[in-house]
């Protein structure tokens, strides 16, 4: 199954593209990132709102907190300040790439559970396809908003992660656990 240096392979990884996204998307005005351009959350602002949201639910689930929607409100329109939302990201991103530097392969081992917001019946799986969860769901939905950047006229860095550029000396040590 997977380790802890995926996690931080993955948590940089999602850095790098999330860094990626929001600067190309900073060539566009308030009106083009918020434009219908028929992807399944509609505009780039919903679709990276949803991300930012979704990232956080799955890590307080990976963290064992079984009803995450307590306190945590899913919002396509929020942020809606394009300031804030790069802001919230970048901590966001931080979080997770705290997360990822404290998990042990341990930490991978065992279950989760949750109860959706939706009131269907409550939700387990191994912590490590939790993990897994979290990092495929990003790359999913930042494939659609690339594909909208693209379209848009914006140039996002490419996906690929050989593509990605290396981690500092201090970051690759702290990715072998050292």
């Not at 387990?124 to 979290?134: C, H, R, Y």
Request: proline content about 4%; charged content about 20%; hydrophobic content about 40%.
């Amino acid at each position: 199954m997977i380790s802890a240096d995926y996690c931080r392979l993955l948590s940089r990884y999602n850095h790098w593209q999330n860094a990626s996204l929001v600067s190309s998307a900073d060539a566009l005005s308030d009106s083009e990132r918020w434009l219908d351009r028929g992807a399944f959350f509609k505009s780039i602002a919903a679709t990276l709102n949803h991300l930012y949201w979704a990232d956080a639910l799955m890590l307080e689930r990976i963290k064992g907190n079984e009803s995450p929607q307590d306190t945590i409100t899913h919002s396509l329109a929020s942020p809606s300040d394009w300031a804030q939302f790069r802001d919230l990201r970048a901590r966001r991103d931080a979080e997770i790439a705290n997360w990822a530097a404290s998990v042990t392969d341990a930490d991978l081992a065992g279950s989760v559970g949750w109860y959706p917001p939706d009131g269907s019946a409550r939700v387990e799986m191994s912590k490590a396809i939790a993990a897994v969860q979290l990092f495929n769901h990003q790359t999913h939905h930042r494939g659609q908003i690339h594909a909208m950047l693209t379209a848009a006229g914006a140039e996002p860095a490419p996906t690929d992660i050989p593509a990605m550029p290396r981690a500092s000396t201090h970051a690759r040590r702290s990715d072998r656990g050292s």
